[in-house]
């Protein structure tokens, strides 16, 4: 599982990186005030409309039903891939068509934003642009899970690298052609068409990469329509939990973005877009890390349950849950300490000030509180999805959404505008921390146990090989903004390669030194590959 995860990891930190030049170009190019935070809600919603329809069935439906044909159909499921990828298709241009029409209600829904306002109109705009990408990125993930289930998990980890890159260039177009910059009065249906045009060609692009991967593996795409054998009704029996508790959590989702516009409006800078790039940094070490493990483990779960091996389903999940924890704990710390140092080199440019970089930073450092908690909560969901049990995480989910609902509107009304967003932050940390012991009490009775007291203490250990990590962190933001007078980019750098770069070296040398055999391992290969 290791080997597997690396190879989805090296793929996800490329496509991470590149992301993070896509976001410093944004950031650089239309800001994060009124334009920012117009095209980051159209950019928002395909997403949100994946997650309900698509992406959330994938991993708790889509994937066990896929290996189950593998196994038991005559073919070895080759009928049935090609039916699934062809309903894909044509439920997803059907889609795609009518949220093109349905752009204006969509934006409604998802924003406080007063119909007729200039940051109404151009996210209006740059939505039908953006969502005919539904289609494609649709097509695509279904390609990404027949190749999973094939152990293939190189080309969906790279085809996001292709993306970033096209829409870096969308956006370095904007900023050398467009005289607009982020003055969301000035801007032409021209540059608006380039902006989500550019982002949709992104996906376009992302979906040829996964489609050519398919066919290299000997897939042969025939369109089916015999609708007869696509097992629909048991799809659909396992699928509406599924579809329900993405609703569920596309309603918290539908709040939190009403509730950052709303405090945009009243503090410009500190709506919508720091919320979504703190977020996207937030996701980081999950999408590099834990997606990984999680795509490498669940198939290998599904088949132990398919089975009847309830202790590998065991040890799988506990393996899982150490090796992503060995270095999600480091980071989570250095996320607290270090956020403003993180966000000023990326975002605090162009259109963007140091000042709006800090705030993103704040956010960030909020979010690092849940990483941990987020993290073994999508851990705990796949647990339930390898028995095909999909309503079980649709209460677990509806009452983390709840609680997230109910704390992000108090915080709402107890913090200042300026606040606001690291609020809606923090209202999410507590959530899925209170969501994981719950969902892990639910699984643990489900397998049996799960080991509960020995992961209790490799993470205690880990815990406390992190804490010099955090020492030396805190030592060097200490020293930068108090003798040295302030967070700039190079000063920020200066902070980043002291807590960052040593911290977690020293985090290596201590956990080594403390016999964690998750770092080991992960030493151990790098070692093996290095003297290579």
């Not at 029409?101 to 151009?122: C, H, M, Q, R």
């Not at 080199?345 to 956010?363: E, F, K, L, Q």
Request: hydrophobic residues 55%.
């Amino acid at each position: 599982m290791l080997r597997a995860s690396a190879i989805m990891a090296a793929g996800t930190m490329v496509s991470r990186v590149t992301g993070f030049a896509r976001t410093m170009v944004l950031a650089y190019a239309i800001g994060t005030k009124a334009l920012g935070d117009s095209y980051n809600a159209a950019y928002a919603i395909p997403y949100s409309i994946l997650d309900l329809l698509l992406l959330g069935v994938l991993s708790s439906v889509v994937v066990p039903m896929i290996v189950r044909a593998q196994q038991h159909d005559h073919d070895g499921g080759r009928a049935y891939e090609q039916r699934l990828l062809t309903i894909s298709a044509v439920a997803l241009i059907v889609v795609a068509v009518l949220a093109v029409f349905a752009a204006p209600l969509l934006i409604d829904l998802y924003t406080d934003w007063t119909p007729g306002s200039n940051k109404y109109e151009v996210a209006v705009m740059l939505a039908r642009f953006i969502l005919p990408q539904l289609a494609f990125f649709g097509v695509g993930a279904v390609a990404g899970a027949i190749l999973n289930t094939r152990d293939r998990y190189g080309a969906p980890m790279w085809a996001p690298v292709v993306n970033n890159l096209v829409v870096i260039a969308v956006f370095v177009a904007y900023a050398v052609f467009s005289g607009a910059g982020d003055d969301i009065g000035a801007v032409s249906t021209g540059d608006l068409a380039l902006l989500g045009l550019g982002t949709t060609a992104g996906i376009v692009a992302q979906a040829a990469i996964l489609i050519v991967a398919l066919r290299r593996v000997g897939f042969s795409f025939v369109p089916r329509f015999d609708l007869r054998n696509a097992r629909l009704g048991e799809m659909g029996r396992a699928g509406v939990w599924t579809i329900g508790y993405v609703i569920v959590t596309q309603l918290g989702f539908m709040l939190t973005t009403n509730l950052a516009s709303a405090a945009g409006d009243a503090v410009e800078g500190h709506g919508i877009s720091p919320y979504t790039l703190a977020f996207q940094l937030f996701q980081l070490p999950y999408g590099v890390i834990g997606v990984s493990v999680i795509t490498a483990m669940l198939p290998r779960m599904s088949r132990a349950v398919g089975e009847g091996r309830l202790n590998d389903v065991r040890t799988e999940f506990g393996s899982s849950v150490r090796l992503i924890c060995s270095l999600m704990v480091p980071v989570s710390l250095l996320l607290m300490v270090l956020g403003p140092a993180i966000t000023v080199p990326i975002y605090g440019h162009g259109a963007n000030s140091v000042a709006d970089a800090v705030y993103i930073g704040n956010v960030l450092q909020v979010y690092g509180l849940a990483l941990v908690p987020f993290a073994v909560f999508q851990l705990l969901l796949r647990v339930f999805y390898s028995f095909g049990d999909t309503r079980t995480p649709v209460f677990v989910g509806a009452g983390t959404t709840a609680v997230n609902a109910v704390l992000m509107v108090l915080f709402n009304a107890m913090l200042p505008p300026r606040y606001a967003v690291m609020g809606l932050a923090l209202a999410y940390a507590v959530a899925y921390a209170l969501g994981a012991m719950l969902a892990w009490w639910l699984a643990s009775r489900r397998v049996e146990g799960l080991g509960g007291w020995t992961i209790g203490m490799a993470l205690t250990r880990m815990y406390l090989a992190a804490l010099p990590t955090a020492v030396l962190a805190l030592a060097a933001v200490w020293v930068v903004t108090e003798v040295v007078n302030g967070l700039g980019f190079v000063n920020s750098l200066i902070v980043l390669a002291t807590g960052g770069g040593l911290g977690l070296l020293l985090y290596l040398g201590v956990a080594h030194r403390m016999r964690i055999p998750e770092v080991n391992s992960i030493v151990g290969m790098v070692a093996g590959r290095v003297g290579r």
